[in-house]
């Protein structure tokens, strides 16, 4: 429609809307409907209708419920852009909210509390006082919303007409179920906020997880909805029963509420549950075994969403308590219609699951599954029938399937090479578990043998982490690896993993130390420093082992890695060539020490992490494996973007290979690394090849005393982006320049100097700060550090809500603007002693999660410099709550 069309029908429509106002002819009200219509669908598809706002509102008087519906919003839309349009609805909208009709004065009250405009506050109170009060259900269940509503655009007005104590007085009295659930919301969304400026509002909140409260809930919780119990259910969590009976009676009521068809509600009630006993080890026990049917019937029956949300929860459970789960690993199983994140999610929990009695049948599927996945994909079969599928696959094993495989076989029909990868890392993960690990070595080696570039790296990454825990089993590891063709390999990881275990054994690989010198001689083409970083190590390990072939290779790998662009790998390879200046035996010991497997790998997450978000239980916390503080906090979320590369950050876009530095940053940085006679001799240096000759030195020391020079890159290979290759001095005499002496202090091998302490701060005892220059403060600095700190048991027994801390940190010279509850809550705030009026302030946020006593604060303050003095002062204080 062009513009010229538009403004037509728009002024033909004013005009028949203009004729039609205020007519009682026969048949009037069929011709609104069809104008009406013709105006909500130019408003839906983005029309601006905004010029018939006037005889829209003209033409509402009129007792048709659709016609009255489809003005409502039309105003409703425009009324927020218009403010000035919105006075001419205050008549008519507040003539209908006394409408005999209870569905008109609830789409009226509704309508009118969405107008959101601040002027117009005046004219909301009367009709929701007058709608909390109306003899209809509908009408009392909007009022109660349209207090929210009133909140957000005027807090004062909302609670200095006491419309919070109205809301409790219905959500305890009132008979319909509707009602109480939305005086139940609209109350805890306006305490929650209240609740940080003002102790009164915090109480009353606190007030709302009475027993008699409570009781009241559960009593009639089978009348309300699904979305009112979801939200009855959550408050109940919060609530501690007095005793044991009182506990089991809740449950009792619950009880029926797990065999729910609704996800939310089955959840919402595990979440009740699961924090009702969790001081009852015995029940929380049962608990778990009670709900694990329930979830494994949600986990089949719905969506792939619903399954991947329930899944996640499946998988905080799994973790917690893994032998309950063990029996029931087929339900983990992959289907042939699972996307590719919930395959990926199934695979970890058969990775959590694994245990004594079914690591076999799950390290056999998985492996089987990913040969299957190689199969497909090299044979290019089109995979159509479960039962061609499971022919193929007995035809490939030589022999007759097991349930296990049948059930992964259904969903090879979609090759997925990121979750093949994922089936190999679960295998992985499982041998590293110390179950059946003979088996399990044996099917990951046989990937090795399988040639396939994605199998190859995951295979490798793997089989490090397995020769760390398990050096045992290095000989037939190593005969295998040995047969692996470095080019063939291109992953990074998978790269860096290769080199480690051609330094670890060197001793079991003959060709180590010449896979290495390829891998030395490709140096400038590597454009990952975590690759580099582990080829300077695996070299300097080979050397320890196998002096008379490595030496020269050690000198170009130290050359190549003083010329790296990479910050890192320059350290390191200075630091190794000091410290083979110092004492080869000292650089042995540092480089290569004696290792004792590793009995446990560090997790992906902390104990305290995985505590947090099982506090946040049926929240989207658990599905981004996040507490909520970290995904919805802005304070929280990193400026900086990290590149794979080890020790590498990047700002903003930029390319992932190395770093261009400008020439005269070069020239000085070379300077700084050498002394006068080293430079005149680096002249003399000769730029022709490595020349890898195979001089025999019988001892380490002779390296040290005859052999070693670092020779310059050859300049038929040449580095990109590189510096110039100094040569670092041999040694640092008393009267070195003090820039060289720098260098050696950065590196911890010149004099070193303990850090000073910081001073203590003084602080003002009494700070004046009110709330209104505390939240734009808050809102304009920025958070100076994060500070975590954990209270012993004993302080924790006294931390029985906010105020025990709140009067312990006033003894500290820290006030509290405001705490909360559930989790405990709190903001505080201090002043440095003399500062003037406004300044020198510093701003905290404590967390405290009750479960483990974790505290986690964020500091801002005026001058972020004194921020880590303020740290010490802050951490001294918690320190010393529950001691006295």
Same mark, same amino acid.
Not at 32 to 60: A, N, Q
Not at 797 to 815: A, I, K
Not at 817 to 828: D, E, I
């Given at each position: 429609?062009?513009?010229?069309?538009?403004?037509?029908?728009?002024?033909?429509?004013?005009?028949?809307?203009?004729?039609?106002?205020?007519?009682?002819?026969?048949?009037?009200?069929?011709?609104?409907?069809?104008?009406?219509?013709?105006?909500?669908?130019?408003?839906?598809?983005?029309?601006?209708?905004?010029?018939?706002?006037?005889?829209?509102?003209?033409?509402?008087?009129?007792?048709?419920?659709?016609?009255?519906?489809?003005?409502?919003?039309?105003?409703?839309?425009?009324?927020?852009?218009?403010?000035?349009?919105?006075?001419?609805?205050?008549?008519?909208?507040?003539?209908?909210?006394?409408?005999?009709?209870?569905?008109?004065?609830?789409?009226?009250?509704?309508?009118?509390?969405?107008?959101?405009?601040?002027?117009?506050?005046?004219?909301?109170?009367?009709?929701?006082?007058?709608?909390?009060?109306?003899?209809?259900?509908?009408?009392?269940?909007?009022?109660?919303?349209?207090?929210?509503?009133?909140?957000?655009?005027?807090?004062?007005?909302?609670?200095?007409?006491?419309?919070?104590?109205?809301?409790?007085?219905?959500?305890?009295?009132?008979?319909?179920?509707?009602?109480?659930?939305?005086?139940?919301?609209?109350?805890?969304?306006?305490?929650?906020?209240?609740? %940080?400026?003002?102790?009164?509002?915090?109480?009353?909140?606190?007030?709302?997880?009475?027993?008699?409260?409570?009781?009241?809930?559960? %009593?009639?919780?089978?009348?309300?909805?699904?979305?009112?119990?979801?939200?009855?259910?959550?408050?109940?969590?919060?609530?501690?029963?007095?005793?044991?009976?009182?506990?089991?009676?809740?449950?009792?009521?619950?009880?029926?509420?797990?065999?729910?068809?609704?996800?939310?509600?089955?959840?919402?009630?595990?979440?009740?549950?699961?924090?009702?006993?969790?001081?009852?080890?015995?029940?929380?026990?049962?608990?778990?075994?009670?709900?694990?049917?329930?979830?494994?019937?949600?986990?089949?029956?719905?969506?792939?969403?619903?399954?991947?949300?329930?899944?996640?929860?499946?998988?905080l459970l799994v973790m917690r308590a893994p032998m309950l789960f063990a029996s029931d690993y087929k339900h983990f199983y992959c289907r042939y219609s699972d996307p590719s994140y919930v395959k990926k999610l199934k695979l970890e929990m058969l990775t959590a699951v694994a245990n004594e009695s079914n690591t076999y049948e799950i390290g056999y599927a998985l492996d089987q599954y990913v040969k299957f996945l190689e199969f497909v994909n090299s044979s290019k079969i089109s995979v159509v029938v479960p039962r061609t599928l499971l022919d193929s696959l007995q035809d490939l094993v030589g022999g007759p399937v097991p349930l296990t495989v049948t059930e992964l076989s259904e969903y090879a029909a979609n090759v997925d090479v990121a979750i093949a990868r994922e089936s190999i890392r679960a295998v992985g993960k499982i041998a590293l578990q110390q179950y059946d690990v003979n088996a399990i070595v044996d099917r990951l080696l046989q990937f090795l043998e399988m040639e396939k570039d994605y199998v190859t790296a995951e295979t490798l990454v793997l089989v490090k982490d397995l020769l760390r825990k398990y050096p045992q089993w290095s000989h037939d590891c190593i005969a295998v690896v040995g047969n692996v063709s470095s080019k063939s390999v291109t992953e990074p990881k998978a790269k860096a993993a290769l080199v480690w275990m051609l330094g670890e054994y060197a001793y079991d690989m003959s060709d180590a130390p010449y896979v290495l010198e390829g891998f030395v001689q490709s140096w400038a083409e590597e454009d990952f420093a975590e690759v580099r970083l582990e080829l300077l190590t695996a070299v300097a390990k080979c050397f320890f082992k196998r002096p008379p072939e490595t030496v020269q290779i050690l000198g170009a790998a130290l050359s190549f890695g003083f010329a790296d662009a990479n910050q890192d790998v320059h350290d390191r390879a200075l630091l190794y060539y000091r410290l083979l200046q110092h004492s080869v035996e000292v650089a042995e010991r540092v480089i290569n020490p004696p290792k004792q497997a590793v009995s446990v790998f560090a997790g992906d997450q902390s104990s305290e992490i995985k505590d947090r978000i099982f506090d946040e239980f049926n929240s989207l916390a658990v599905v981004y494996r996040q507490p909520s503080y970290m995904f919805l906090d802005k304070d929280q979320r990193s400026p900086f973007a990290f590149s794979e590369d080890t020790g590498s950050s990047i700002i903003g876009p930029q390319s992932p290979g190395r770093e261009d530095l400008p020439s005269d940053i070069d020239a000085r940085d070379n300077d700084l690394l050498l002394s006068a006679h080293e430079k005149e001799d680096s002249r003399a240096v000769s730029n022709g090849s490595h020349g890898y000759s195979s001089s025999k030195f019988h001892t380490l020391q002779e390296f040290t005393d005859s052999a070693f020079a670092p020779r310059s890159p050859s300049p038929t290979q040449p580095i990109r982006n590189a510096r110039a290759t100094p040569l670092p001095p041999a040694a640092v005499s008393s009267t070195a320049a003090s820039p060289l002496l720098a260098v050696d202090d950065l590196l911890g091998l010149g004099p070193s100097a303990s850090a000073e302490p910081f001073p203590p701060l003084k602080l003002n005892p009494k700070p004046v700060l009110d709330p209104a220059s505390f939240k734009r403060k808050w809102g304009q600095l920025t958070v100076a550090l994060t500070l975590e700190y954990t209270f012993p048991a004993q302080a924790m027994?006294?931390?029985?809500?906010?105020?025990?801390?709140?009067?312990?940190?006033?003894?500290?010279?820290?006030?509290?603007?405001?705490?909360?509850?559930?989790?405990?809550?709190?903001?505080?705030?201090?002043?440095?002693?003399?500062?003037?009026?406004?300044?020198?302030?510093?701003?905290?946020?404590?967390?405290?999660?009750?479960?483990?006593?974790?505290?986690?604060?964020?500091?801002?303050?005026?001058?972020?410099?004194?921020?880590?003095?303020?740290?010490d002062s802050l951490q001294s204080a918690l320190s010393k709550f529950g001691s006295l």
């Open positions: 429609m062009n513009a010229d069309n538009r403004k037509g029908e728009l002024a033909e429509l004013k005009g028949q809307l203009r004729q039609l106002a205020g007519s009682r002819a026969p048949g009037v009200e069929d011709l609104k409907r069809e104008l009406y219509k013709k105006v909500i669908s130019y408003l839906t598809v983005g029309i601006d209708v905004s010029s018939l706002f006037s005889e829209m509102v003209m033409c509402s008087a009129t007792s048709d419920l659709v016609l009255k519906k489809m003005c409502y919003l039309y105003v409703g839309n425009y009324a927020r852009g218009y403010p000035e349009l919105a006075l001419l609805t205050i008549n008519f909208l507040q003539k209908d909210c006394q409408d005999d009709d209870p569905m008109i004065r609830g789409l009226a009250l509704r309508s009118l509390c969405s107008l959101r405009v601040k002027n117009l506050v005046e004219y909301l109170v009367g009709p929701l006082q007058r709608g909390l009060k109306d003899s209809n259900g509908y009408v009392r269940s909007v009022a109660a919303i349209g207090v929210l509503k009133l909140y957000h655009i005027a807090p004062s007005s909302c609670t200095d007409n006491d419309f919070p104590v109205t809301l409790k007085a219905l959500l305890l009295h009132d008979s319909d179920p509707q009602v109480v659930a939305n005086c139940l919301c609209s109350l805890l969304e306006i305490l929650s906020i209240e609740g %940080n400026v003002s102790e009164a509002a915090l109480r009353e909140k606190e007030s709302l997880l009475h027993r008699n409260v409570i009781l009241s809930l559960l %009593n009639r919780f089978k009348e309300f909805s699904e979305w009112a119990q979801c939200l009855v259910l959550e408050v109940v969590s919060k609530y501690v029963p007095e005793d044991a009976q009182e506990t089991h009676d809740m449950m009792d009521v619950l009880d029926d509420r797990l065999q729910h068809a609704n996800s939310a509600v089955v959840l919402a009630t595990i979440k009740v549950f699961l924090h009702l006993t969790m001081s009852m080890a015995d029940v929380h026990q049962k608990v778990y075994e009670r709900i694990k049917a329930p979830l494994l019937t949600l986990v089949s029956s719905g969506s792939a969403e619903q399954s991947y949300a329930v899944l996640s929860h499946l998988h027994v006294g931390l029985t809500g906010p105020q025990p801390l709140v009067r312990h940190m006033q003894t500290n010279s820290v006030q509290c603007m405001a705490s909360g509850n559930a989790p405990l809550k709190f903001f505080f705030f201090a002043q440095l002693a003399d500062a003037p009026a406004n300044t020198g302030f510093f701003l905290v946020e404590l967390v405290v999660t009750t479960s483990s006593g974790l505290a986690s604060a964020k500091i801002k303050a005026d001058d972020s410099s004194l921020a880590p003095a303020f740290a």
